[in-house]
């Protein structure tokens, strides 16, 4: 792409200089066009900018005036506040902050502050700002130095739209105010050559062009602009991401046929008959989806999500068999030892009640050496070494299949698009199986074409038949004996249980109880009549392996854990559990924690155990009120924003979104989608005309996205 004026250092645009443009570092601008895309982060309507004569108690005002005196005020408790008396045409008002003597260094006399809060009586009225902004501070002489006044005689247009931009005490309101003031329309006329969008397919999409979007970000004519602007501007984020995936897509299914698998039914018809239950319709119907894909040419590439306890192991189970029924052998990669270890044992379970001729072959880490070779050895064999099941150590050096038909990844937020790629290409060259990720994280329709884009989706939504939903209680820690008595029924009856901890250890840093004190209490103080196991993820493989398998087994009463038991763990004899500090987790693990029980036909209860009020206990009363998983994605997603959700494990993965929602921008998301998609199909290299400045910006503003797919 043609070099652009955009991408030169800030230094070079009027009122800039090396002084402020090493200050606007701090602010994450480099070059003209990070100053460009550094929008406001709040919009006031001028008119609702209250005199300050007519402002009263009890109200929540914004107000600007100019500060007359200010002082720090001690009190008898020791609290130090902050006050200035600010001032407009109309009166003065104190504004306070209690607790933030430092304050007094950074406003002086003669700022002009916008403030906005609650307004309280204390010795009068008195406005206690939420957010305040100092808007112009009186130089040397007197004169406002505000460069960044619009309109004649330098005062606030009525109905205008009031912006204020982040800032830092090195780049302070005024001063950004300023920059923008004398660069901004200079700014706004270099950007018309980055509109990939044709005006067709603006109008249709009913986005304004790049131009006017970021106008009405910076300087909106009304309330309802700058919004109109973010949209834009999220549309170009989410479609660039769609549009690598697309492509992405595009090379999988053209670039590398598939293999065609042939359905016999030699060995899924007999398992059918001997499941001890019917499929349920979802599970049906998304193998339909998934044998559909494996017998056509194309390579399959899909993307399974499942609620907790939906029954995806058994979807899984199935396509692995029809790989089998045509020679071919599958990988199942789960993200714990515990879970490869659970796959393997019921699939070996399912084996001999169905009687088929085919062998399963475990690979983890830790296994022996002797274990190891053998297990490599029967996979780079071939069938009948059908299947294998794993952790990482099946994308670990040495590995080689020797006929991969089909990888299964589980619980595929735990792994990141390296490690799916790894274990795709890496341990059988050449071979081109086809993929199915399963996750049981429920993910919001948005948050999922974000993330998987490049993948078909398909869900389960529907548990088995017979499950009554988990009865989920809300405790203080205060009533922890009358839970324990609860545990002790569940006990009594013959069931199983967990208590859970958010760590492993106490610290000095925290109070927080933690599962190994807390074991030997339980065990030798709370349930000494009972067998009390400890699991937690420090301890030694063999010692995880004896407690599980105790559980499993009925010798173990009661576990003590932390949240290692969140990921797959099925034992349906276990009917509660107690979750403690239940504001450490977030909503959705909570929810693949709840998810351990009431698996089996008996009632089950989930208490939570928090000492929360306001926001934290809104939380979590959004999820003890619901079962849905899908819901409780929603609020977590609301609540805490996509970074979590990305999370840490997504190495590679796009960073945050800045001005996409996923919350609201679900039908922004499916546009995007579905206009990379068509692009793509009509034409695959961006070769018209039509999308040249397309895939000038996928070359240069979007190179990093596209090495980490591999494509271009
Ligand atoms: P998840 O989707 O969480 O991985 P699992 O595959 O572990 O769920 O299945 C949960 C439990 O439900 C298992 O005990 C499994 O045997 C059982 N199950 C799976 N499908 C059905 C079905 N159609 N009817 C009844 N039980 C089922
Ligand atoms: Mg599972």
Redesign the pocket.
Known sequence: MAYSQLDRPVQFLKAVGPHRSDALKKLGIGTARDLLFHVPRRYDDASTIRPIASIEVGMDATAVGRVRSKGIIPTRSGLRIFQAVIEDASGYITSSWPGQPWLERRVREGDELLVTGPVKHFHGRQIHPREFTILSREGRDGEAVDEGRDGPGGRLQPGAIFVTYPAVDEVPQWVLRGIFQRNLDWLLDQIPDEEYLSDEARGELGLPGLREALRRLHRPDSVVDPEEGRRRLAFDELFFLQLVQALVRHQNAKVEPGIRFQRTNALIRPLHET??????DA?ARVLREIYDDMTSGQRMNRFLQ??????????AFFAMLLAAESGHQSALMAPTELLAEQHFA?LGGMIAAAGLDLEVVLLTGRMAAADRRDALARLAGGPPASIAVGTHALIQEGVRFARLGLVIV?EQHRFGVRQRMALVDGVAPGMKPDVLV?S?TPIPRSLAMTLYGELELSV?DEL???RTPVETLLRYPGRREQVYARVREELAKGHQGYIVYPQVQESEKTDLRAATEEYERLAKEVFTDRRVGLLHGQLAPEEKDRVMRGFRDGSIDLIVATSVVEV?I?V?NATFMVIEHAERFGLSQLHQLR?RVG?GSAPAVCVLIAEVGGDAGERLKVFRDTNDGFRIAEADLRIRGPGDLFGAQQHGRDPLLRFADLTRDEELVERARSLAREIVAADPELAAPAHARMRDLLATRHAERLKMWKVG
């Not at 499942?306 to 979807?315: E, M, S």
């Open positions: 499941l001890p239950f019917r499929l349920t599970q499942g609620d907790v306890g939906a029954g995806k192991t058994l979807v019921t589980d399963m049981a389960l088995p038949p017979g797959g099925d349906p998810g698996r």
